[in-house]
């Protein structure tokens, strides 16, 4: 027996949900993985919310996509955020499962496939200074830090920074979202060199009206990026 095999009598491998013996490290039951609502078929280009229909020939967009401005190019998303892809998703932010930071980086990076370019700059949407300090952890750069070392892409936690405290986005309407987060982020000078003329890919685990993205894309752009696509682990139906 080797080492991975006494280990894993000693640490048999566990359902990251439910904690259910599982065959494989850092994966989910066969329950878990039902209900998961892992995205998969044809989704919208630039949000990666589910689409009906089969032909992925064409670039197919979403209405929301269609009539709300998009400063990125291309994103995806891995799950839905509901059922037991909401529970993950909280699980994760409140600090206390940050063992799910890497499987989830997998789903992440595989409902990414299409849109990844080769030396892409991976960069975590960031918290303001006061939140961090509170929840100690970013669980965009966490999620980020896996996804980069996972793909073999640079990654750069401080590529953004929040300019002011945006508050909580929850219970705002989507225009308001939007209003909140004109201008929120920055590329610090000291990183303008890191990003310019590259292609970013921007995590963050969430995606809901999407004015996060936005915001982040066009600070990126500001300094200089060549193209920019986001990537979220779930993404929320209707934003609202
Ligand atoms: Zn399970
Ligand atoms: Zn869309």
């Keep these: 027996m080797g080492l991975q095999g006494a280990l894993q009598l000693l640490y048999p491998p566990q359902c990251i949900s439910c904690s259910a013996p599982v065959q494989s490290d850092f994966g989910l039951c066969a329950d878990c993985w039902r209900e998961t609502p892992f995205i998969s078929g044809l989704v919208c280009d ?5 689409l009906p229909g ?20 291309r994103g995806r998303a891995a799950l839905m955020y509901d059922e037991n892809g909401r529970r993950l998703v909280l699980a994760l932010k409140h600090g206390d499962r940050m063992d799910l930071a890497r499987p989830a980086a997998g789903w992440m990076l595989r409902a ?14 960031p918290l303001h200074w006061m939140r961090l300090f509170r929840r100690r952890f970013n669980q965009a750069a966490l999620l980020s830090r896996n996804i980069a070392k996972a793909a073999g892409l640079d990654h750069c936690p401080d590529a953004l920074i929040r300019r002011r405290s945006t508050g909580n986005q929850d219970g705002k309407t989507r225009d308001a979202r939007f209003a909140n ?5 920055a590329v610090p000078k000291s990183r303008e060199k890191q990003v310019r003329d590259r292609d970013v890919l921007v995590v963050d685990d969430v995606m809901t009206s999407g004015a996060t993205f936005a915001a982040a894309s066009e600070a990126l752009f500001a300094a200089g990026a060549r193209s920019v696509s986001v990537l979220g682990l779930a993404r929320v139906a209707k934003g609202g």
Excluded: H, Y
């Design 181 to 185: 987060l004109i201008e929120a982020f």
């Design 112 to 125: 990414a496939q299409p849109i990844l370019k080769p030396d892409m700059l991976v960069v975590p949407v």
């Design 46 to 50: 630039q949000c990666g919310v589910p």
């Design 54 to 73: 089969q032909d992925a020939s064409e670039r197919a967009l979403c209405d929301d996509c269609l009539t709300i401005a998009r400063p990125w190019d």
